[in-house]
């Protein structure tokens, strides 16, 4: 179980670099595009997963999936900085909207995938 929690963190990091650089291939801007695609997308397949596993999927598969893969692939710490880094050369719009979008976006995406979980 260990060596497939490492193996998702891995698959979900290298997912994590490769969405953010094809988004700020094809965004540019103030605001760190790649990292809320990234984020949004992870919270919505927790969403979903922690709805299947509550109906009844494996916890495996949350330990897996969940821990490892969406852990390896969100990265909030980085929204984080990346607001500071925004707000530091004055750019307190950005700054407020990355917050901001990156907060409700999150959690609308994990209800949706809580709601389409149980849809299923």
Known sequence: MIVLLVLAGGLGAAARFAVDGAVRARRAGDLPWGTLV????????????????????????????????????????????????LARRGALRAAAAN????????????????????LL
């Open 38 to 85: 990234v984020n949004v997308t992870g919270s919505f397949l927790l969403g979903l997963l922690t709805g299947l596993v509550l109906a009844g999927a494996g916890d495996a598969w949350r330990l897996v999936l969940g821990t490892g893969f969406c852990g390896g692939f969100t990265t909030f710490s980085t929204a984080a900085v990346d607001t500071v880094h």
């Open 99 to 118: 917050l901001g979008g990156n907060l409700v976006l999150t959690l609308l995406a994990a209800a949706l995938g809580l709601r389409l979980a149980a």
